[in-house]
């Protein structure tokens, strides 16, 4: 152990930091990290030489970094992580692993022996996987990665869902996702052509993880930086990062792409929100405001109900009394009611939602608070 941890993130915040992932994640402050994406060795169990059908060499991962004397170092090694990124999380936040079928059950194990909760395992299906050479096998087409919140019990933790809606035409994000493999332009290569890192992540599958569960001005970690995806995309969506590598040569090569990342304008790092993260506008604060009055009549849709608004912010029919959605439900014969949109206002010669009112307040509120990070 024998390290003092930082008393503040915020001097090492949008940096690298080269050295052991052990010994520097037990530097970082406690409760400081909102999202990790931890992209640790494999432990490829691999022997001897992968040849395509004419004989050229298939590129593997050879790395030291990567290999491990048996099952149970790997295990040792693994817990010691995520032990140590469990403490720099915040109790709100959560780490998403990724990993193959070499490592990542191992991984799940010590996630669940941990406490860590498990929120979803989300499969990335390669649209253009490595062929099996051999044929003794199924075609490796996927990777899994899991994602998990700090405790078994946490209530609060961040899943922009309607962000993901919208980046998938308004469907439901499935835990499926198909992606193509780092290639083309942006896979790293060195002057002879060769990769510089073996397992390059692409930006698309980072772009994904880091908008579905972090806001802009959070910080996320990254313990296995590599190349530096992580932090690209990080500062891409306006959010801060910290990253840990071990390997100089792999430090040099994402300090010069991040140096050449831009980040993404204000206004277009707003993401789609849900009702749920609306806040929560009570009837009684439109009868307070003034812009429903007590005595006023509400009116259900076409006229067919009708409910005198008290003091209160209750409102009465002829039997009965209560809220907006208890009266809204009691008039219909119904077990529920959404009394913001079953009742209505009369605006002259029209029956207007008392929704938008509520909308009015909520856009006051939006005003009047803090602005986004």
Known sequence: MGFAARPDVRPI???????????????????SIDLIFA????????????LRPDQSRVE?????WDQFATFQAYDAFTRDWLT??????????????????????????????????????VV???????????????TNAHETMIWASKTAGQKTYTFNYSAMKALNDDLQMRSDWLLPICNGAERLKDEDGAKIHPTQKPEALLHRVILASSNRGDVVLDP???TGTTGVVAKKLGRHFVGIEREKAYVK????????????????????????????????????????????????????????????GSIACRDASGSIHKIGAHVQGAEACNGWTFWHFRKGKSLVPIDLLRQKIRTEMRADGPSAA
């Open 60 to 64: 593997g991962v050879d790395e030291a």
């Open 39 to 50: 992209d640790p060795p494999y432990n490829l169990q691999l022997s001897g030489e992968l």
């Open 124 to 138: 990335w299906r390669k649209t253009n996987p490595m062929p099996n050479f051999r044929g003794k096998r199924f």
């Open 224 to 226: 296995f930086f590599g």
């Open 13 to 31: 915040l949008d940096s690298i930091l080269q050295g052991d992932c052990l010994e520097e994640l037990r530097k970082l402050p406690a409760s």
């Open 253 to 312: 090569v994402a300090r010069d792409r991040l140096a050449a990342t831009k980040a993404v304008d204000g206004d277009a790092l707003k993401v789609t929100t849900g009702k749920k993260s609306e806040p929560r506008v009570p009837f009684g604060t439109l009868v307070e405001r003034g812009l429903i009055k007590p005595g006023e009549t509400l009116y259900g849709p076409g006229g067919r109900h009708a409910a005198k608004v008290r003091a209160d």
């Open 84 to 121: 140590a990124c469990q403490r720099v999380l915040k109790d709100t936040g959560t780490l998403w692993v990724i990993g193959s079928y070499h490592n990542i059950f191992r991984v799940g194990t010590q996630l669940q022996d941990l406490g860590f909760w498990i929120l979803n395992d």
